[in-house]
Each structure stands twice: as structure tokens, then as C-alpha cells.
């Protein structure tokens, strides 16, 4: 034989061999095994394995979790907490002190008015504080003259009557001036207009050398100052659903700017009017803020109800995911694995997830789905 011909056969042997190792593996009881294969079969869902024992199973447990209802909302200020803030002198703004969207504290200024309502007050109480002294005077003298006898008892009366009067008239001129915010010791033509509450300024209707108060501008508000250590989020339930909602129902708020925080509010108010559009109620649910939330957030809120529903719990291991699905294996008998849509849950401790549909507790999926798949493709 020559050297060409001993070359040749050398390599034949040797592919032989090579193909006759392909697919073992070393089994260290009794030598070399058949390693386990997998084989499609014409069911695209069924999967054929030579050894099942290979791909062991986990039995799927339960858990007890209430019915759950999604509907998506808003942030918005809790009307309750919304202040104005009122100017009732009227006048022209010569000094702003804050700002739309300015955090501000109770009792803070915010801007100063000079306005010709508060010398009128301001004259009417000098007036008042006169004649109410003219009347003190006036009753003086009837009594000392109904004591000896000058003047008649009617005419006493009338005295009185007129200092009684004078009195009224002094009060009010001294509320009025109160009411404007003037210090009658130090009066001025210029008021100045707080902070009624603490919380952050959501509207502002004046800016300098503007107009302020009712007489000039047709509205009294200044500033509306929103208190926003609660919100509240509106949504929208659909007909449908509105029985699987009541009052005081918990509901867990995700933010869609902030996906993995969850809030927790309850529902404060299931409106009675449907719109007649889209048949859906406005739902309002009370939320805490501990300073996240913004007005005009979109949410997503998630309902609890008190029932609870039986599903299943598998690892996380036994589901594969796929084109935006998930799926997992099944004994299906005769050395074969049936491939089931499941629709995941929540993610559990322990590495587990719920299994909302597509099995049921108790049943048997393959616990490493990946291992089953990788070795599929690899056929």
C-alpha cells in the first residue's frame, strides 16, 4: 500500500470514529452513554426527548392573591387643600414677593397693594373715633341734665340712642380697617397680603404694576397656594368594572416617569355620572405625597379587592420567554413535552413568579425550561 493510499484510510478511520462518539457522554458507572437528545416532532407545541429523566420536574404551587383591576389616571391637587389667595383692598401690585411654583409658608408675604380703599377706611374710623366722642359728651350732659331735672326721659333716651349709635358706626370703621390689614397707629396706604396656608403656588393672577382686588380686575384672588402633602388621582373605570370597585378600596400607584415605585391610596369618591361617550365613571383615589408626585402626572393604579383568587406559582427557571410571550413545558407522555402559554404575574420571593393563567396548582412543568430549549436548538 502506498503512503498515499495508508493517508487516505487513516483519515476514513478516523471520521468513523469521530462520528461514532458524536452525541456520548461519559457515564462513570458503566462507561460511555448515549447522551440525551431531542427531536421535533411535527407538533410545533410537542418536543421528544430520548431521556425525560434528564429534565426534571417541579410540582407548581398556589398562592392566594386578590383579583386585581388596572386603570390608568392623573395627578391632581385635592380641591380641599386649594386656598386663594385674596386681596380686598383694591388697588395697584407695587411689590411681588413669590412666585408661580414658589414653595411658601404660612403667614409669608407675598405682595403689597397701595390702594385708595384704604384711606377711605382709614377716614371713616377718624370720622367714627369723632363722633362717637361728640355723643359720649352730648349723653354726659342728658344725664347730669335729667338729674336735676331739665330734660325729659325720652330726651335722655335719645342721648343714649345717638352714643349707642356712635359706637356701632366706630366698631366697624376699626373691623374695616382689620379686615384690610391696616394698623390703625401706623396707617398706611399700602396693605400687605400673606400667605394663608403653606404649600406651593399653582395659580397667579397678578404680576407688578398689575391691577388687584375686585373693583379693577373683576376677581379678588391673587395667588392660589395648593397644599400638596396629599393629591389626588382621577381615573377612569369603565362600566363594566365599576362593580369590582368601592369606596376605601386599596390601590397600589405606579408612576409612569418612576415604573419601579409603588404608592399606596385609597379611593375616596366613585363619581355617580357616566360619560356618555365613552361609558366610563371618574374614580378618585387619595394618595399621600411624599413629594414625588406632580400635577399632571400620568399613573397607573392598580385596584385590590378583598376576594382572593387561587393561582399558580412555578420558578422563575421553568418559564421561557419568547416573541413577547412566556411559555412552559409539560409532560405530555411517550418521552415527549408539551410547550404551554402561561400568563406571568407578579414576581415572587425566592425566585418565583405567579402564573396567572395557562396552568393550574399542582401541575408538573420542566423546572430548567432553558436547558430543555437550548438542547431543541441544538438538534
Request: include cysteine; aromatic fraction near 6%; hydrophobic fraction near 40%.
Amino acid at each position: 500500500m502506498t503512503n498515499s493510499s495508508q493517508w487516505t484510510a487513516a483519515c476514513f478511520l478516523t471520521g468513523c470514529l469521530a462520528l461514532m462518539g458524536c452525541g456520548k457522554k461519559f457515564d462513570p458507572a458503566g462507561g460511555e452513554a448515549q447522551q440525551a437528545q431531542v427531536t421535533q416532532t411535527g407538533n410545533a407545541g410537542l418536543i421528544s426527548v430520548q431521556d425525560p429523566k434528564q429534565f426534571p420536574l417541579v410540582t407548581a404551587g398556589r398562592v392566594d392573591t386578590p383579583t386585581k383591576l388596572d386603570v390608568t389616571g392623573s395627578v391632581f391637587p385635592d380641591i380641599d387643600r386649594e386656598v386663594p389667595v385674596i386681596s380686598l383692598a383694591s388697588g395697584r401690585v407695587v411689590d411681588i414677593r413669590a412666585r408661580l411654583d414658589d414653595n411658601v409658608k404660612k403667614g409669608q408675604l407675598l405682595l403689597k397693594v397701595q390702594s385708595p380703599d384704604i384711606t377711605n377706611a382709614f377716614d371713616t374710623y377718624l370720622k367714627a373715633v369723632n363722633d362717637e366722642q361728640l355723643a359720649n359728651k352730648a349723653l354726659l350732659r342728658a344725664k347730669d341734665l335729667f338729674a336735676h331735672g331739665a330734660i325729659s326721659q325720652s330726651m335722655l333716651e335719645q342721648a343714649q340712642d345717638t352714643e349707642d349709635d356712635a359706637k356701632a358706626d366706630l366698631a366697624a370703621a376699626d373691623q374695616q380697617l382689620a379686615t384690610l390689614g391696616v394698623d390703625k397707629s401706623h396707617p398706611s396706604s399700602v396693605v400687605n397680603v400673606y400667605a394663608p396656608i403653606s404649600g406651593v403656588i399653582v395659580a397667579q393672577n397678578v404680576t407688578n404694576a398689575a391691577a388687584a382686588g375686585v373693583t379693577y380686575t373683576g376677581s379678588s384672588t391673587a395667588f392660589t397656594i395648593a397644599d400638596l402633602s396629599v393629591v389626588w388621582v382621577i381615573c377612569d373605570v369603565y362600566e363594566n368594572d365599576l362593580p369590582q370597585v368601592r369606596l376605601g378600596q386599596e390601590a397600589q400607584i405606579r408612576l409612569n416617569a418612576l415604573p419601579g415605585k409603588v404608592f399606596t391610596g385609597r379611593i375616596s369618591d366613585i363619581g355617580p355620572v357616566l360619560d356618555p361617550t365613552i361609558r366610563t365613571a371618574k374614580l378618585r383615589i387619595e394618595v399621600p405625597n411624599p413629594g414625588t408626585f406632580r400635577l399632571g402626572m400620568y399613573v397607573t393604579a392598580t385596584l385590590l379587592s378583598r376576594d382572593t383568587v387561587a393561582h399558580a406559582v412555578v420558578p422563575a427557571t421553568a418559564i421561557l420567554h419568547l416573541h413577547d410571550r412566556d411559555w412552559v413545558f409539560e409532560p405530555a407522555g411517550n418521552n415527549q413535552f408539551k410547550r404551554v402559554e402561561v400568563a406571568a404575574g407578579d414576581t415572587l420571593p425566592g425566585d418565583m413568579q405567579e402564573i396567572l393563567s395557562g396552568i393550574a396548582p399542582g401541575q408538573h412543568v420542566v423546572k430548567q425550561v432553558l436547558e430543555l430549549e437550548a438542547t431543541a436548538e441544538a438538534q
